[in-house]
């Protein structure tokens, strides 16, 4: 069965510093992988995605993920982070072909101190 | 553009009355829509996925009595709420997919639904 990890409940990082929130899955096939961000008391917002090609994938925001097929990790990053970049990130992996389905991470909420 | 927004933000009612929750893709048809429940601080849990004119897939352990959902439309998913309980009480997340070209899934705002 598919599934993606989150090892980290909380990351902590100071306005201006570079962010890593960890993601690891586990697939058989080609695995297609996502991020998105939830702010509190809101739906999930789409911030990119890796399907295939380049291993570095850039999305909203000025956030990036790269794909790291031998270590079956997707980090989410970001150079400088913001202390509206605080909130709560989700990794997720499409539940297998034929199907739309997403199997969602338990979450790592970002804390960005000024 | 693939917008969706939901209704309402927010509901409060007493037990043992029925709620309904509407999802709509205001700028795109979504052939498939998802419906989530989030209990606070912990991840989305897929309760149904409903494909446009056709019955609603639950995951196992979600009752189809309970949670009623319907896909009239390629715009539209409702999901209702039976006879409510405490119990209920929850964060609803919707999400619609099926664009073409696209994998993601695009997600509603939300509905806070908290049962007396």
Known sequence: AQSVAQPEDQVNVAEGNPLTVKCTYSV??????????????????????????????????????????????????????????SALYFCAVRDGLGTDKLIFGTGTRLQVFP | GAVVSQHPSWVICKSGTSVKIECRSLDFQATTMFWYRQFPKQSLMLMATSNEGSKATYEQGVEKDKFLINHASLTLSTLTVTSAHPEDSSFYICSAGGTSGLLEQFFGPGTRLTVL
């Open chain 1, 28 to 85: 058989s096939g080609n695995p297609y992988l996502f991020w998105y961000v939830q702010y509190p008391n809101r739906g999930l917002q789409f911030l990119l995605k890796y399907i295939t090609g380049d291993n570095l994938v850039k999305g909203s925001y000025g956030f990036e993920a790269e794909f790291n097929k031998s270590q079956t990790s997707f980090h989410l990053k970001k150079p400088s982070a913001l202390v509206s970049d």
